[in-house]
């Protein structure tokens, strides 16, 4: 059971099924990447954003959850805010805290997968569809990447092109760049087959 598998509330519908209005607290930070913006329900974790204005960054997480009501995070949630950038910083740490992860059934499945890559190495996107058992899938597979809603923590950053090109990154191709350069000091080979 990878990570995800144990610390997530997985959701396959948008959010809130119910269509209710509902609150998410946010806090933002500074990390080696720029500044990140930690949001969570009261069931965990259920974004982290990277980014350099704090402002276009609550206004994404608005746009994400447009049915909710954002509330800046009080002084507990600091502790929550700084363990996302030790995990950032050190990925290889591990994170302990609950995610509250909405998507469809078949996004579910490439960030479970995706959390199955380990530090320091990398999967091909073509690589990603095969271990699914849809490998024709290779698009949905990065925009299921490019949906990801928790930095990092499903790490989408370790998927890519079958040539081991970079490809893409929702948060910028030099944060990926970075994040594949702090891992690789692990020494794990590449799995870009």
């Given at each position: 059971?990878?990570?995800?598998?144990?610390?997530?509330?997985?959701?396959?519908?948008?959010?809130?099924?119910?269509?209710?209005?509902?609150?998410?607290?946010?806090?933002?930070?500074?990390?080696?990447?720029?500044?990140?913006?930690?949001?969570?329900?009261?069931?965990?974790?259920?974004?982290?954003?990277?980014?350099?204005?704090?402002?276009?960054?609550?206004?994404?997480?608005?746009?994400?959850?447009?049915?909710?009501?954002?509330?800046?995070?009080?002084?507990?949630?600091?502790?929550?805010?700084?363990?996302?950038?030790?995990?950032?910083?050190?990925?290889?740490?591990?994170?302990?805290?609950?995610?509250?992860?909405?998507?469809?059934?078949?996004?579910?499945?490439?960030?479970q997968e995706l959390c199955?890559?380990?530090?320091?190495?990398?999967?091909?996107?073509?690589?990603?569809?095969?271990?699914?058992?849809?490998?024709?899938?290779?698009?949905?597979?990065?925009?299921?990447?490019?949906?990801?809603?928790?930095?990092?923590?499903?790490?989408?950053?370790?998927?890519?092109?079958?040539?081991?090109?970079?490809?893409?990154?929702?948060?910028?191709?030099?944060?990926?760049?970075?994040?594949?350069?702090?891992?690789?000091?692990?020494?794990?080979?590449?799995?870009?087959?």
């Amino acid at each position: 059971m990878n990570f995800l598998q144990r610390h997530s509330n997985l959701q396959s519908s948008s959010y809130p099924a119910s269509g209710l209005a509902f609150e998410i607290q946010f806090g933002v930070g500074k990390c080696s990447l720029g500044s990140v913006l930690v949001a969570k329900t009261g069931q965990g974790i259920c974004a982290i954003l990277l980014g350099i204005d704090p402002g276009e960054m609550k206004s994404d997480l608005q746009a994400r959850f447009p049915l909710a009501t954002l509330a800046a995070a009080d002084a507990s949630f600091a502790k929550v805010v700084s363990k996302v950038i030790d995990f950032i910083e050190a990925p290889a740490s591990g994170l302990d805290l609950p995610l509250d992860l909405h998507g469809t059934a078949f996004q579910h499945r490439v960030w479970q997968e995706l959390c199955n890559i380990p530090v320091g190495s990398t999967a091909s996107y073509g690589e990603i569809a095969r271990r699914m058992g849809v490998p024709s899938s290779v698009r949905a597979v990065g925009r299921a990447c490019c949906a990801n809603p928790v930095a990092v923590v499903v790490p989408c950053h370790r998927v890519v092109r079958g040539d081991g090109a970079l490809a893409g990154y929702r948060w910028g191709s030099e944060r990926k760049r970075a994040l594949l350069s702090r891992e690789s000091a692990h020494g794990v080979e590449s799995l870009t087959t």
